[in-house]
């Protein structure tokens, strides 16, 4: 092989004037699609500040037209928002942007514990996984609580939000999902994200990945709810979510760095998920400690790795 030329073997680092189609609104919206997911819409905008501060909004005024399983998704957000209120915005047609209405029950139509609400996000990060796997071939692991990452480097980012009641007796959870897809290196917000063209994804196809998730996540969101939320319980014929997220997740078996109200810090080995989805932590003394999603402002490794 000539020196000069690149392996072919290296991910290419995409040029910012990549191309970046339309999401195919034919495709995503045929009947046939939306009913083997059990979606009961799926609207597409050109551009919004952020899609779950949409859906919220929209649940709260007319919650009986956003269904189980409503999708919203944006071709540009302008004021993507995290956890904790941490705000981005990626360029036009480069991510995918996607916010989905949960309203869980069971097939029986029994409401699922909202206790086991809090391992939506990580169903989510599990669904997202297996279609970036299955569909762009690449491997991505589970980041406690709520990222999605590549090598490392964070190429989604996952938010729950819960709505109020309505007129309804189940409380509705928006639930987001912003992915990386064809930003170059230098369009990348900090350092430590990256996206699928970055990383040399056999596809950047956003329509693809899009469908290849949603209908990931509805297969697995079913079962999740007709198991009554039981993170313990064998899902979609396979294992439980509780051991899908723990074999995925790059967090636990390290040491790690929890940044918590009030200017507290916690520096301890990451063991486990409990039941409800919580970091238990054994600091450095011997003692256990619940880290809850909602409690927690950071979580860094404390060697080299993740972020």
């Not at 994804?201 to 007709?226: E, G, W």
């Not at 916690?266 to 063991?271: F, N, R, T, W, Y």
């Amino acid at each position: 092989m000539d020196a000069e030329q690149p392996s072919n073997s290296e991910p290419q680092v995409p040029s910012k004037d990549v191309e970046r189609p339309a999401l195919d609104r034919e495709s995503l919206q045929q009947p046939n699609f939306l009913s083997a997911t059990g979606i009961p819409q799926l609207e597409i905008v050109d551009s919004t500040g952020s899609t779950n501060a949409d859906l919220i909004r929209a649940v709260t005024v007319e919650p009986k037209k956003w269904g189980d399983l409503a999708v919203l998704t944006a071709e540009h957000q302008t004021a993507a928002r995290g956890r904790l209120d941490r705000h981005w915005e990626a360029p036009e047609r480069s991510a995918v942007s996607v916010s989905i209405v949960l309203r869980p029950v069971t097939s029986q139509g029994m409401p699922v514990p909202t206790q086991s609400y809090s391992w939506l996000s990580l169903l989510a990060a599990v669904a997202l996984r297996e279609a970036l796997q299955e569909t762009a071939g690449v491997t991505a692991e589970i980041k406690w609580p709520n990222d999605v990452l590549v090598k490392g480097r964070k190429i989604a980012g996952i938010l729950a939000q819960m709505t109020p009641l309505g007129d309804g007796s189940v409380p509705a959870v928006v639930l987001g999902v912003g992915l990386n897809v064809s930003l170059a290196e230098d369009e990348l917000p900090v350092p430590t994200a990256t996206s699928l063209a970055v990383e040399g994804a056999t596809t950047t196809d956003r329509t693809a990945l899009l469908k290849s998730y949603l209908s990931r996540f509805a297969r697995l969101y079913r079962s999740f709810c007709n198991s009554e939320g039981d993170p313990a319980a064998g899902l979609a014929g396979g294992a439980s979510l509780h051991k899908r997220v723990e074999s995925a997740m790059v967090t636990l078996g390290r040491e790690v760095r929890a940044h918590l109200p009030g200017d507290l810090e916690l520096v301890g080995h990451a063991s486990r998920l409990d039941e409800h989805g919580s970091l238990l932590v054994v600091d450095h003394g011997g003692r256990e400690h619940v880290i809850t999603a909602g409690d927690v402002v950071h979580l860094r490794a404390t060697e080299s790795g993740y972020a």
